[in-house]
């Protein structure tokens, strides 16, 4: 029942809110492919350096029999929770929405450029095998919160503009920072998912790399 109610609140909402969503997803989608088409227009030179980078990470992670499991997460969880607090204080402010446009765009720009990497270096069957048991899993949870955040604050920033009463400010500050809570919750969960479940997959796999 409880479940039941958390869907709908969360379909009504991107329902609601479904232009601001097709514009964070599009920029989004413009960083993914922005992303691919810096990889696939790289110099022989960079591409090697590129192809080391990724054969040394094989070679060290083979050879590694206990990974600090627990430090990748406190990593992880920092530079999550610190991209939530960017979005989070940009959107509060009017000036700031270019920064969370320009943060969303670039994450989709680093996720494009990471599977090109590894599509590129490892072929493109074991590359898209490697990224969905690597960066799919987590970008689940990851994406749609990053997307959420972004949107929570064009809503904020399209709220300000239309009413500028202090009232309607604070109201609507308060609502994004509690979407800022919860989505930075779920990038948490992301984090730990990334280097739990993620991370005990690709070691079971690795021998196919």
């Known amino acids: 029942m409880q479940n039941s109610k958390i869907r709908i609140v969360i379909k009504n909402y991107i329902k609601n809110n479904n232009k601001e969503y097709i514009l964070a997803t599009l920029l989004f989608l ?3 492919f922005t992303g691919v088409l810096i990889i696939n227009n790289l110099s022989d030179n960079d591409i090697t350096n590129i192809e080391t980078y990724i054969n040394n990470f094989f070679i060290n992670f083979k050879s590694t029999e206990n990974i600090d499991k627990l430090q990748l997460i406190s990593t992880s969880i920092k530079n999550n929770v ?3 607090l960017i979005i989070w204080g940009a959107g509060t402010t009017i000036i700031g929405i ?3 446009l320009i943060v969303i765009l670039y994450r989709g720009i ?3 450029y990471t599977i090109s990497a590894f ?3 490892l072929g493109t069957y074991k590359g898209l095998l490697f990224c969905l048991i690597t960066i799919f899993l987590q970008n689940i949870l990851f994406i749609p919160a990053i997307l959420t955040l972004g949107v929570s604050s064009i809503k904020l920033y399209k709220s300000i503009i239309k009413d500028r009463r202090r009232e309607n400010i604070k109201v ?4 994004h920072t509690i979407i800022a809570l919860l989505m930075t919750i779920i990038l948490i969960l992301s984090s730990v998912f ?3 479940v993620s991370l005990g ?3 079971k796999f690795i021998i196919f790399f």
């Open 30 to 32: 413009i960083g993914l």
């Open 82 to 84: 610190f991209l939530a």
């Open 98 to 100: 270019p920064i969370v």
């Open 110 to 112: 680093i996720l494009g």
């Open 119 to 121: 599509s590129i270096v």
């Open 172 to 175: 609507g500050v308060i609502r």
């Open 194 to 196: 990334e280097n739990v």
């Open 201 to 203: 997959i690709l070691k």
